[in-house]
């Protein structure tokens, strides 16, 4: 069986002010929680076992939609010290078999890909893409498609091939091991346990380890690039949406329950359950459940749940239950 581990236990701060109040992997893109556009993703995975899901901050939401959402075998892996991704896989590897195969997937990015074609070799492998600034990123060299070396955010990058959290593992015992290692030296980058540093160690024990390009590569983790992810999302959308008395230009998604009067919504504009737009221009924006919307234009922006923005024309990132008004 293939085991899969989502970690989620981030606060999310460069996504606040919404992440004070919702979990980071729950904030919509596209109509739903980023962490459902992952689940959903696992559909196809041959001999899916359990999800596992590292929670932390805000737990309790992550549990509440994934239990009425799936019916999966999930269980939640509590991470009460936010040391890192490296120490996050740790704590739920714990409980996983080590002669069973494992699948990683960052629970703040969406990868388009197809995880049972991931998978399918023999060998360890490792999604990867070319970045223009890979000193952010766990970077790897490479050599006939095999990786010879890892390292973890460099200032002096061996490539420019950057590890995009999806991470496929046949000798899950070998990564405990190594883990196990890295935890015990304390081996922190920046303060943080890193699964770079035990996929390293992986390598110098002989592990083989491909390179795997992924070019559906979706990052959730600041308000910019969630924008970003919105709208490529909303490009595979093929239904048009018809509101009497409303345009509503594609790609856009309107949630049944939303409500448009006199409103113009769209191109690439994301409205939650209960929304209101009324009187009001809305575009190239995330607009959370129960917002409220009069009398403005909107762009560029990403609304929380229940916050009411009256008047004006701006560009606005606030969080839920705010309020937000303009005189002139």
């Not at 196990?180 to 390598?203: K, Y």
């Amino acid at each position: 069986m293939t085991n899969v581990i989502i970690p989620a236990a981030g606060i999310g701060s460069r996504l606040r002010p919404h992440t004070h109040t919702l979990s980071k992997a729950l904030l919509p893109v596209a109509g739903k929680p980023i962490l459902g556009h992952i689940i959903d993703r696992l559909v196809g995975v041959p001999n899916l076992g359990t999800v596992w899901i590292v929670v932390g901050f805000l737990a309790d939401q992550i549990e509440s939609y994934v239990t009425s959402h799936y019916d999966l075998d999930v269980r939640f892996v509590h991470q009460s010290d936010l040391r890192g991704l490296g120490y996050a896989i740790h704590l739920a590897l714990k409980e996983i078999p080590s002669d069973d195969p494992l699948l990683v997937i960052l629970g703040d990015t969406i990868i388009e890909t197809s995880f049972a074609t991931f998978m399918a070799g023999p060998d360890e492998a490792l999604g990867v893409r070319e970045v223009a600034d890979p000193r952010r990123f766990g970077v790897v060299e490479v050599e006939g498609g095999w990786i010879k070396r890892l390292v973890e955010k460099p200032e002096v990058p061996p490539s420019h091939l950057a590890v995009v959290g999806l991470y496929g593992i046949k000798n899950t015992g070998l990564l405990r091991d190594c883990l196990d290692t890295v935890v015990s030296r304390n081996q922190a980058v920046a303060g943080e346990l890193q699964v770079t540093d035990a996929l390293q160690l992986m390598v110098e024990r002989g592990s083989r380890m491909a390179a795997i390009t992924v070019e559906g590569w979706y990052d959730c983790g600041k308000l910019e690039t969630m924008l970003l992810t919105n709208r490529h999302l909303l490009d595979q959308l093929s239904r048009r949406v018809e509101i009497p008395g409303s345009l509503v230009l594609p790609p856009s998604y309107v949630s049944p329950t939303a409500r448009l009067e006199h409103a113009i919504v769209g191109p690439y504009a994301s409205i939650g359950d209960r929304a209101e737009i009324v009187e009001a221009i809305v575009s190239n924006s995330i607009v959370s459940e129960g917002a409220s919307i009069r009398r403005c234009v909107i762009e560029d922006s990403m609304i929380g749940s229940n916050a009411n923005v009256v008047g004006g024309a701006e560009h606005l990132n606030i969080g839920d239950s705010s309020e937000v008004g303009f005189e002139f």
